[in-house]
């Protein structure tokens, strides 16, 4: 049932043909010519959709190249052992560039005190107050830690070594919010243990979990202080940080406990 061209041009009588096939039934419209529905061909098939991830992970480094932390921990060992004297010592921390703390940092916070001292203080990493002035140990925590040692008899000033202190700490540079990564604290073990080696005193006290972590490859100060141990070839003496005696009055008696430990060692 076709409809004829001439008529496709003339919009009524297209409609009147139309009208008049419905009457006689039509309901839907098909070809011309007969269609075999067996004989089509066969769909084309379109690939499967291909799923991105979410996100492209970062390149992997060659399977060889050793991974940034090992690096890292490289360029510390060899720097720290090239260092002949403590201003070497200091330069080659000046020149290291794989701390991220160096980069937020005003100052490198070496020492203070007697290179003769016979005790050593490890503290952790330097605050605002050190990071200003490039000392370590002089905001409210390192006027505590200067009252504590001067009740033995101990000072960063004293000329003398018998009853001098020697500080330094762990982190040179202060890190802005949060504390170094056992990562991190690997790495500046080289400096510390060079460090260390150069001052070469009777005994070193470790201050907080960072020291502990870096001279007795542990953590748990509130477990371990006033327990000796032996770090970097030295008597290790493990007591709570002073900033902890601030908030915490009732650790002051263990910690005066500790302080009488290292004077009966140094006797
Ligand atoms: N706390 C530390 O551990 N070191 C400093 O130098 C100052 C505060």
């Keep these: 049932m076709g409809i004829e061209t001439d008529?496709?041009?003339?919009?009524?009588?297209?409609?009147?043909?139309?009208?008049w096939q419905v009457?006689?039934?039509?309901?839907?419209?098909?070809?011309?010519?007969?269609?075999?529905?067996?004989?089509?061909?066969?769909?084309?098939?379109?690939?499967?959709?291909?799923?991105?991830?979410?996100?492209?992970p970062p390149p992997r480094p060659a399977p060889d190249a050793p991974p940034s932390a090992e690096l890292a921990l490289l360029a510390a060992t060899q720097a720290a052992a090239g260092a002949n004297s403590l201003e070497d010592l200091r330069e080659a921390l000046a020149r290291f560039e794989y701390c991220d703390f160096k980069r937020g940092a005003r100052n490198l916070v070496f020492a203070d005190g007697n290179p003769k001292a016979r005790v050593?203080?490890?503290?952790?990493?330097?605050?605002?107050?050190?990071?200003?002035?490039?000392?370590?140990?002089?905001?409210?925590?390192?006027?505590?830690?200067?009252?504590?040692?001067?009740?033995?008899?101990?000072?960063?000033q004293s000329p003398d070594p018998a009853t001098a202190l020697y500080i330094t700490n762990v982190l040179p540079?202060?890190?802005?919010?949060?504390?170094?990564?056992?990562?991190?604290?690997?790495?500046?073990?080289?400096?510390?243990?060079?460090?260390?080696?150069?001052?070469?005193?009777?005994?070193?006290?470790?201050?907080?979990?960072?020291?502990?972590?870096?001279?007795?490859?542990t953590t748990g100060i509130l477990r371990h202080r006033g327990t000796w141990g032996e770090g970097f070839?030295?008597?290790?003496?493990?007591?709570?940080?002073?900033?902890?005696?601030?908030?915490v009055a009732a650790a002051k008696r263990e910690a005066w406990a500790d302080l009488l430990a290292l004077q009966a060692r140094l006797r």
């Design 7 to 19: 008529i496709a041009a003339d919009w009524h009588a297209a409609l009147a043909a139309l009208a």
């Design 23 to 56: 009457d006689l039934g039509v309901g839907e419209i098909i070809g011309e010519d007969p269609l075999d529905r067996y004989d089509l061909p066969e769909p084309v098939k379109l690939p499967d959709p291909v799923v991105l991830p979410a996100k492209t």
């Design 120 to 156: 050593l203080i490890l503290g952790e990493a330097p605050g605002v107050e050190e990071d200003r002035e490039g000392r370590p140990f002089v905001g409210r925590a390192g006027q505590m830690l200067d009252r504590m040692f001067a009740a033995i008899g101990l000072s960063r």
């Design 173 to 217: 540079w202060r890190p802005p919010n949060r504390d170094p990564s056992p990562d991190e604290i690997a790495m500046m073990r080289p400096f510390v243990a060079r460090h260390i080696a150069l001052v070469d005193p009777d005994v070193v006290v470790v201050l907080g979990n960072t020291p502990l972590q870096a001279a007795l490859n």
């Design 233 to 247: 070839g030295k008597p290790v003496l493990p007591m709570v940080h002073p900033a902890y005696l601030l908030r």
